[in-house]
């Protein structure tokens, strides 16, 4: 039988891991996960974790959900992938006609993409591209937030801020506009966060004031900036935002790869400013943790910029082998099926309540400057010294401790530098979240020595 440093042996001879110095793994162990159940991972050692950050922000309704693998499995027998240009199956066919049910008004064409990069990439290409079908070819610049993340292939990576993600490959990228960012964390004593919000939109409003005749299209993380240490924002930025777009004729990209499907409070994060990006880019929890898919929606409008002859060479021309791959669709459109029959968002509103009142003694701890929520995310951001806000040296990796602590404690924490966050599957309990919030205490008190 298999045991977990039998695979571990095994796996460090032949893999490379993401996001991975892989000399940490000479003392920080791999953990080969034999099963899921839940919001449970079990290894091979029979130890288990509950995963408190949804195997990187994908798994919603938890692992082994027997109605999602019932629709995998059906699918299965039927057809397991077809090219999408020129073909079409029904898995795809329905899930588009939902996604344009479930969105805003105004969303009426869904073009799949393989994974969250890569959509955001048919995204800047489409809107891009529009300006050139429109005759207005100076628009080719994109402007993006401060601490922003989008993903990691060369244009995603060009629109995030995350120097982590894109310092080394800063000569491969192309240059964007880069507004402050709303990040509430940096408020002034006393101001609100919608104080704060509107306050850091001056910054915007003049980028696009001054450079409207050059710029595509502005990309944001609404509400949420995941990998930029789950930093949060008011909704009013986004109005404004919104309303500024439409003043100045730039398009608004809605990256909700990670915030959308119910984890901000509201099935999609935008519901909250009341606005229609133009364009908005969904995955992760799209298929329930599943299989790998993008779905980017855009409007009829944008649609038609594109829809000509074919010898005007106006067409999208942009494919993945994967677009709509079947089974990747009965997934989604399994989860779907979870978020039109249970009442997953009020449901999570109660949950995410608890969340709150589990994690509020921790705004007390000597070395934590702040916790912070929005909806099913949650953060809490240790610091040095709490009074002045001074960080923990990056070096000193303080999360990484939380993080092995919690491993002792059967619980996935993976940390963003100082921030140990929470974005549990949506099955979990009360009970559940309690465990976590003790294991936190415990693991930040351990990190906090010195």
């Known amino acids: 039988m298999s045991s977990n440093q039998a695979l571990m042996n095994r796996d460090l001879e032949v893999l490379w891991h993401p996001c991975t110095q892989?000399?940490?793994?000479?003392?920080?162990?791999?953990?080969?996960?034999?099963?899921?159940?839940?919001?449970?991972?079990?290894?091979?050692?029979?130890?288990?974790?509950?995963?408190?950050?949804?195997?990187?922000?994908?798994?919603?309704?938890?692992?082994?959900?027997?109605?999602?693998?019932?629709?995998?499995?059906?699918?299965?027998?039927?057809?397991?992938?077809?090219?999408?240009?020129?073909?079409?199956?029904?898995?795809?066919?329905?899930?588009?006609?939902?996604?344009?049910?479930?969105?805003?008004?105004?969303?009426?064409?869904?073009?799949?993409?393989?994974?969250?990069?890569?959509?955001?990439?048919?995204?800047?290409?489409?809107?891009?591209?529009?300006?050139?079908?429109?005759?207005?070819?100076?628009?080719?610049?994109?402007?993006?937030?401060?601490?922003?993340?989008?993903?990691?292939?060369?244009a995603a990576l060009a629109v995030g801020d995350v120097d982590l993600y894109k310092h080394t490959y800063k000569p491969l990228l192309m240059e964007v506009l880069t507004a402050p960012s709303p990040d509430c964390y940096h408020r002034e004593p006393g101001e609100s966060w919608e104080q704060h919000s509107r306050r850091q939109f001056e910054g915007m409003q003049k980028i696009l004031a001054e450079k409207h005749e050059e710029i595509c299209a502005v990309i944001v993380e609404p509400l949420v900036q995941c990998a930029g240490n789950m930093r949060m924002y008011h909704p009013i930025y986004l109005k404004l935002l919104r309303e500024a777009c439409d003043r100045y004729g730039v398009h608004l990209i809605a990256d909700e790869i990670a915030v959308g499907f119910g984890r901000t409070g509201t099935l999609f994060a935008c519901e909250q400013a009341g606005i229609t990006p133009d364009f908005m880019a969904l995955s992760k929890g799209l298929t329930g943790g599943y299989l790998p898919l993008c779905a980017v929606l855009t409007s009829d409008h944008i649609y038609q910029m594109f829809y000509d002859d074919y010898d005007t060479l106006r067409a999208f021309l942009h494919s993945h082998s994967y677009t709509g791959n079947p089974l990747a669709c009965a997934a989604a459109n399994a989860t779907m099926d979870i978020f039109a029959t249970d009442n997953v968002i009020e449901n999570n509103r109660v949950l995410s309540a608890h969340m709150a009142r589990a994690l509020e003694p921790l705004n007390d701890h000597p070395h934590v400057a702040e916790v912070r929520q929005t909806g099913m995310i949650a953060a809490v951001e240790m610091v040095r010294d709490k009074a002045s806000r001074t960080p923990y040296d990056w070096r000193e990796r303080r999360g990484m401790r939380v993080y092995q602590h919690a491993l002792t404690r059967q619980a996935l924490l993976r940390p963003l530098g100082s921030v140990t966050y929470f974005m549990p599957p949506y099955v979990i309990t009360p009970e559940q979240i309690d465990h976590l919030a003790k294991v936190a205490m415990e693991g930040i008190d351990i990190a906090t020595r010195d």
């Open 22 to 154: 892989m000399k940490d793994h000479q003392s920080l162990p791999v953990i080969p996960i034999r099963r899921g159940e839940g919001v449970w991972l079990e290894d091979f050692d029979g130890n288990r974790y509950i995963d408190a950050v949804s195997s990187w922000w994908v798994n919603i309704f938890g692992h082994a959900n027997p109605r999602i693998n019932s629709a995998v499995r059906d699918q299965l027998e039927k057809l397991e992938h077809v090219i999408l240009a020129g073909f079409s199956h029904e898995p795809v066919i329905e899930l588009a006609e939902r996604l344009v049910g479930l969105t805003a008004p105004g969303l009426s064409r869904v073009f799949f993409a393989d994974n969250g990069s890569s959509g955001i990439e048919v995204a800047l290409k489409m809107s891009f591209h529009y300006w050139q079908n429109a005759g207005k070819p100076k628009k080719k610049r994109f402007v993006t937030l401060g601490n922003s993340y989008h993903g990691e292939t060369l």
